[in-house]
């Protein structure tokens, strides 16, 4: 089946410009995350949506970083006004169920690679 | 402050060989530990878990060991393969309601297993 897909693949702007980067979730997935790994380092959380309940968006680096999930399914990640240092890969991953019953496995997709000039 | 630690950022070792790459961490909250793999221009897949009060799980040529009183896991790999050439990268996670499942990861080591 499909996994996880996002968009674009590769994205390279100018500083002080917005960008929207987009995931699709496995369908029936009802957790979707955004991480993103910036030049040798890990994985670093973002965001993280679960059904209708609030976002918990403790990992987001400031408040020019948004995202959204619509209908449950696709998800928006905005980053207003860019910055040099926000030149990295940015990862969504999806799961079944609700991770507060216990680990539930996370699916990534490829990542879309930013570039900020 | 970097809760989960993989001080190795390489490691190279040849076909049929075990490779042994380690991970450390520092919250003794955590409930669950993952590896995952990521090959270039590809998102992480998950190899394998561990529960906190187990202290080994074994899923074909891939082991982890757990060590809870030394806040430390490991992956063993018997034998290695070429085509386990990839970054691997260590995970935690919490658990209980209030968790929401985020992983927190290590930096990644990068293992290239020679023919």
């Known amino acids: 089946g499909a996994g996880v897909s996002q968009s674009p693949s590769n994205k390279v702007t100018e500083k002080g410009k917005d960008v929207e980067l987009r995931c699709d979730p496995i369908?029936?997935?009802?957790?979707l995350y955004w991480y993103r790994q910036s030049l040798g380092q890990g994985l670093e959380f973002l965001i993280y949506?679960?059904?209708?309940?609030?976002?918990?968006k403790s990992g987001l680096p400031s408040d020019r970083f948004s995202a959204e999930r619509t209908g449950g399914s696709v998800s928006t990640l905005t980053i207003q006004r860019t910055q040099q240092e926000d030149s990295a890969v940015y990862l969504c991953?999806?799961?079944?169920?609700?991770?507060?019953?216990?680990?539930?496995?996370?699916?990534f997709g490829p990542g879309t690679r930013l570039t900020v000039l | 402050d970097q809760q989960v630690k993989q001080n190795s950022p390489s490691l190279s070792v040849q076909e049929g060989r075990i490779s042994i790459l380690n991970c450390d961490y520092t919250?003794?909250?955590?409930?669950?530990f993952l590896w995952y793999k990521k090959y270039p221009a590809e998102g992480p897949t998950f190899l394998i878990s561990?529960?906190?009060?187990?202290d080994k799980n074994e899923d074909g040529r891939f082991t982890v060991f757990l060590n809870k009183s030394a806040k430390h896991l490991s992956l063993h790999i018997v034998p290695s393969q070429p085509g386990d050439s990839a970054v691997y990268f260590c995970a935690a996670s919490g658990a209980g309601s209030s968790n929401t499942g985020k992983l927190i990861f290590g930096q990644g080591t990068t293992l290239q297993v020679k023919p």
């Open positions: 991953a999806s799961s079944l169920v609700s991770p507060g019953l216990g680990y539930n496995e996370q699916f």
């Open positions: 561990i529960s906190s009060i187990k």
């Open positions: 949506f679960q059904g209708n309940s609030a976002p918990d």
């Open positions: 369908s029936g997935h009802t957790a």
């Open positions: 919250n003794s909250m955590f409930d669950y």
